[in-house]
């Protein structure tokens, strides 16, 4: 840890490089079912408090997305305010999404073989 973060739930190095990394796909999977705003979208993360990030973040990430062909963008009028900009998972993002799903659970389960026993030796 560097000398005078915090460490808390949400904050702190690993927390906030590990969020890094999968920040990506969570997005995608958000957008799995339907198109969100990215108000809704910081929302729907920050009901899971180790995944709460800031507008600073979410909004170059989906920059990055659509310029990557992850997601495509339309503008609809809002209720209340300036119209929002949807955001909406393409077929290359669903690939992106599936492909993630699918490497994450040896993933998950090697950094756990790690952490539950550093010698790396067969239980």
Same mark, same amino acid.
């Given at each position: 840890?560097?000398?005078? =973060? *915090?460490?808390?739930?949400?904050?702190?190095?690993?927390?906030?490089? #590990?969020?890094?990394?999968? @920040?990506?796909?969570?997005? #995608?999977?958000? #957008?799995?079912?339907?198109?969100?705003?990215?108000?809704? @979208? @910081?929302? =729907?993360?920050? *009901?899971?408090?180790?995944?709460? !990030?800031?507008?600073?973040?979410?909004?170059? @990430?989906?920059?990055?997305?659509?310029?990557?062909?992850?997601?495509?963008? =339309? #503008?609809?009028?809002?209720?209340?305010?300036?119209?929002?900009?949807?955001?909406?998972? !393409? *077929?290359?993002?669903?690939?992106?999404? !599936? =492909?993630?799903?699918?490497?994450?659970?040896?993933?998950?389960?090697?950094?756990?073989?790690?952490?539950?026993?550093?010698?790396?030796?067969?239980?």
């Amino acid at each position: 840890m560097v000398p005078g =973060e *915090a460490m808390n739930e949400t904050g702190g190095r690993v927390p906030s490089q #590990l969020r890094k990394g999968v @920040l990506e796909h969570c997005v #995608l999977a958000l #957008l799995r079912d339907g198109p969100r705003y990215g108000v809704e @979208l @910081l929302s =729907e993360l920050s *009901a899971v408090s180790v995944m709460t !990030t800031s507008q600073g973040t979410i909004y170059p @990430l989906l920059s990055r997305l659509r310029r990557e062909g992850f997601v495509e963008t =339309e #503008l609809r009028e809002s209720p209340s305010g300036p119209p929002r900009r949807y955001y909406t998972l !393409t *077929a290359l993002g669903r690939a992106a999404l !599936t =492909e993630f799903t699918q490497a994450w659970p040896s993933f998950r389960d090697a950094v756990d073989h790690f952490l539950n026993d550093p010698q790396g030796d067969p239980a």
